[in-house]
Structure formats: C-alpha cells, structure tokens
C-alpha cells in the first residue's frame, strides 16, 4: 500500500483554484522533506513544489512560482498545495513524495530521490 495518501484534485476551468492534500499513512513515517510531483500525458515526472518538515524551508518550479503555495501541518505528517490562477499546462497527474533524514543536505525535490509515493491524483484544466 501507498505510504502517502493524497486527497483533492479534480476538474476546474483556467483562472480557478484547487488543493491537494497528502498525508503519511503512519505517524511514524520517516519524512524530512515532503512535496508534489507531475506527470502530464508523454512527459516524464517533473517536481512541483517541496517543503521541508522541520524548518518549512520551500522550493518551487518557476512554472507555478507565484501561483502554487504548499504547507505543512508537523503534528499530523500532512502537507497541502493550494493551486491558483490555474492554467491548461497545469493538467497531469500530481504525485506526492517524500524523503527521509538520509536526504538531509541534499538539494530539495529531486523526482528519483522520493522514498515515498502517493496514489496520485488527476488535475485537469479546461474550460
């Protein structure tokens, strides 16, 4: 089984909002760092956004800088990306991944270094 389990996503119109939500099925799952990777029809996976877990430290794509903010509730292992101002491009399917402590000092959101995997959840743009 997935040991992150995401939840949103769905079908918007270009301009509009939506949020993904990701939590680690365990509370005892090792995250340093959490985040929200893509996967649109042809295209290999490419990263989104990061967040670190203890320190919130944050990487973005340049693609969504501005548009996308991600977050990170500590207690419950969770970390959420609200998605604004979404455009045609944005359509794939997003994944969320993680990382333990042995990633500590490594640079942030690198797609091969995700230990940890998501369902993945279908985001499309259209109008």
């Known amino acids: 089984h997935e040991q992150l389990v995401q939840s949103g996503g769905g079908l918007v119109q270009p301009g509009g909002s939506l949020r993904l939500s990701c939590a680690a099925s365990e509370r005892s799952l090792d995250v340093y760092e959490i985040g929200w990777f893509r996967q649109a029809p042809g295209k290999e996976r490419e990263a989104v956004s990061c967040?670190?877990?203890?320190?919130?430290?944050?990487w973005y794509a340049d693609s969504v800088k501005g548009r996308f903010r991600i977050s990170r509730d500590i207690p419950g292992n969770t970390a959420y990306l609200q998605m604004n101002n979404l455009k045609p491009e944005d359509t794939a399917v997003y994944y969320c991944?993680?990382?333990?402590?042995?990633?500590?000092?490594?640079?942030?959101?690198?797609?091969?270094?995700?230990?940890?995997w998501g369902q993945g959840t279908q985001v499309s743009v259209s109008s």
């Open positions: 967040i670190r877990r203890r320190d919130g430290t944050t």
């Open positions: 991944g993680a990382v333990g402590r042995r990633n500590m000092g490594q640079p942030m959101c690198i797609t091969d270094d995700q230990e940890y």
